[in-house]
Structure formats: C-alpha cells, structure tokens
C-alpha cells in the first residue's frame, strides 16, 4: 500500500501582483521519490516551487505538509521538514564552504540552544556526502559551478529535511557537472529515501532522473505519472511546441526525445 503524499496541494492558485500564474492545481508528490517538474518557459514550475516551500501565499486552495496546511505551521517547523535550493543563490563574497553548510542547521538553533556537537556531526555528514570535506575552508566563489552547486545541496542536506525542493538546479552548468549535480541527488534519494522535487528543462535528463514526471502548461498540470507513460511525442506538441521523436533511451531505457529541426526536415 503507497504512502500518503507527505506534500500535495488541491485547487492552488498562485499570482504574482494579481496576474494569476498558477491555476486550481491538485498534486500529490510521491514521498520517498524524485519528482521532475517540465514545462516551457514562463508556464508557472518556478511559480509551483515557491508556492509548495511557503514562499507565495495561495490566492486560493492551499499546499498541505503531513496533511495539514504548510500555512499552519511554524517558520521553523516547516524549515525542519522540508528545505528549498532557488535558483542562482547568492552568498556573501569570500564565505566559506562550511560556513556555508552551517547555514542549513539555523532552524535548529535557538537561545536555549546554540552550536551543538550534534550540528557539528551533521555538516561534516553533509560535506562528505558531497565529496566537499577536502573544499570546507575554500572560499565559495573560488570554486567551480559544479562544486559550488554541490556546497548549496551540502547546506540543503545539514538542514536535515525528508523533503528537498531544487528549482534548476543544473542551470549553467556544462554537461559533466550536471550530471554529477543529477547523480548526487538520484543517490540521496536511493541511500536516505529523500523525496526530491526539481524543475528541470532537460527533458531527456527528466526522464533518466525522475520516478514522477509533472508536465505543467499555462498554469496547470497537462500530464503527470511515469516518464515512459507522460512523455510523449504528443506531449512534446502540445506542452512544448516541439516536434520531435521519442526513442527508448539505450541506457537507462527511458525515453529520449529527438527533436526534429528544421535542417534534418531538409536533408530528409
């Protein structure tokens, strides 16, 4: 029997300065999976993110955590459940990385208790699950995009949530790094059963990744369920105005969508 949805939303309506971005959406994200958020520029996954980590306040319906109303909540109880890497985060020049992945314990500190051995244990944890131990007193901006992307999960990691939301996080990154960048988060999710939510536009990457495929058009969920079962060549028309093919991927087994330009139309 599957687990209920430790974060789902019914009929959510989001805006941004009244312009409604998000429309009466219903989703259930599958906990102890990875979920890939998809859709075309500008068709409200951003938008989806903010609103399930708290950041936007419903206009209508509302975004449940543990079945309750993430509205009901604390700051800090939410912060302790369920943490969010945004996109192009920014840090103060010259922080190191530690103290960088230090950040990731302020939900858990308060004036009765500060710095602990236990928070100490659990940063150190987070820097050796992304293979940072040898980078702690390197300043951020020294590093590369893949290590810096990695001392940014290492900090969403040592806040200790089931739940981690990522929006793009292989934005700007070369092809080697976002695949250490994807391999690290599909490897958290199978060795501590993390229940991961990323935007991603890759939709080949999404497909490897993902055990849950969200394809979102104009605010609303236009598909959702098992990559082999969403992604479609239909799918691609509608959602993303793209004409392509859709192969098994001779890897993963997953589909691998080739789009079809208008220079192979012309040597066909």
């Not at 992945?101 to 659990?122: C, F, H, M, T």
């Not at 599909?186 to 495929?213: E, K």
Request: glycine content about 6%; some cysteine.
């Amino acid at each position: 029997m599957s687990l209920p949805a430790a974060l789902a939303t019914r009929n959510l309506t989001l805006a941004y300065d009244g312009t409604v971005i998000v429309k009466d959406l219903t989703l259930a994200i599958p906990t102890g999976k990875i979920t890939a958020l998809v859709g075309a520029n500008g068709c409200g996954k951003s938008t989806l993110l903010r609103g399930l980590a708290r950041l936007l306040k419903p206009v209508n319906g509302a975004v449940y955590l543990d079945s309750k109303s993430i509205f009901g909540r604390s700051t800090k109880e939410v912060a302790q459940q369920l943490g969010l890497l945004p996109q192009n985060p920014i840090a103060p020049e010259g922080l190191t990385v530690k103290d960088l992945v230090a950040q990731g314990r302020y939900p858990y500190q308060n004036w009765l208790q500060q710095w602990s051995i236990q928070d100490e244990k659990i940063v150190q944890q987070a820097l050796e699950t992304t293979d940072l131990v040898g980078f702690s007193d390197r300043a951020l901006d020294t590093l590369s995009g893949g290590q810096r992307q990695r001392a940014w999960i290492a900090m969403a990691l040592a806040q200790d949530t089931d739940i981690l939301l990522l929006d793009e996080p292989t934005t700007f990154l070369d092809l080697a790094h976002q695949i250490e960048v994807l391999d690290l988060l599909y490897n958290l999710n199978q060795q501590q059963g993390r229940t991961i939510v990323m935007v991603l536009h890759d939709l080949n990457q999404a497909c490897r990744y993902a055990d849950y495929l969200v394809a979102v058009k104009e605010g609303r969920i236009f598909a959702a369920g098992d990559p082999k079962t969403v992604m479609t060549e239909e799918l691609a028309q509608a959602v993303f105005n793209l004409e392509c093919r859709i192969f098994a991927d001779p890897i993963s087994g997953t589909p691998l969508c080739i789009p079809i330009s208008q220079k192979a139309k012309a040597r066909s």
